[in-house]
């Protein structure tokens, strides 16, 4: 079975710090995607990014990185200068194909507050 | 547009009772799904939906949930009799194509209570 981990359950920085927010992954697919996902206080998941397996480049989309590295199935997120509004609950997540049918498969989330 | 609809928002039952679950998608999405999230866990897929048929129902627990999509837009996820072990929230999401090439968009979910 496929697999997402993030070690990290809770992180509390102070506004205006960076953070890095950790994903490992396990697949025995050779084609597949990565996501980050943002749940904030009211609920809903917020798409934020999504990367596919022959895609290594870095991306960047204003404070939010992303770093995919398959050598060590990773794919870390980095928020830079966090602010408050980040605060939320961020999920990785993998898409697993099976039986014929593509589902995501979601680690346990990471809760982040920044603290003013 | 319009996002993802769900209710109710909350919901308390005793156990052994039963709930139901209403969810609008995106208008034109043609996939459904309906995650369970357990505090504290990421969401799991309970049940994914591709018009009206079922594409993947491997993790719904079908001796006491069911869910159904008829007309392929709208969806109710029931569940009777309810455990203890079925507090969560369910989330509804819907795409406009396969997962892997395409954005889920969430609704902000249905808060089950079993006491």
């Known amino acids: 079975a496929q697999k997402v981990t993030q070690a990290q359950t809770e992180i509390s920085v102070v506004e205006k710090e960076d953070v890095t927010l950790d994903c490992v992954y396990e697949t025995r697919d050779t084609t597949y995607y990565l996501f980050w996902y943002k749940q904030p206080p009211s609920g809903e998941l917020v798409f934020l990014i999504r990367?596919?397996?022959?895609?290594?480049q870095n991306e960047i989309s204003g404070r939010y990185s992303w770093n995919f590295q398959k050598s060590t199935s990773s794919f870390n997120f980095t928020i830079t200068a966090s602010q408050v509004v980040d605060s939320a609950v961020y999920f990785c997540a993998l898409s697993e194909r099976e039986g014929g049918s593509e589902k995501l498969v979601f680690g346990k989330g990471m809760k982040l507050t920044v603290n003013p | 547009e319009a996002g993802v609809a769900q209710s109710p928002r909350y919901k308390i039952i005793e156990k052994r009772q039963s709930v139901a679950f209403w969810c609008n998608p995106i208008?034109?999405?043609?996939?459904l799904y309906w995650y369970q999230q357990i505090l504290g866990q990421g969401p799991k897929l309970l049940i994914q939906f591709q018009n009206n048929g079922v594409v993947d129902d491997s993790q719904l627990p079908k001796d006491r949930f069911s869910a159904e999509r008829l007309k392929g837009v709208d969806s109710t996820l029931k569940i009777q009799p309810a455990k203890l072990e079925d507090s969560a929230v369910y989330l509804c999401a819907s795409s406009l194509n396969r997962v892997d090439t395409g954005e889920l968009f969430f609704g902000e979910g249905s808060r089950l209570t079993v006491l």
């Open positions: 990367r596919n397996s022959f895609d290594e």
């Open positions: 208008s034109g999405h043609a996939t």
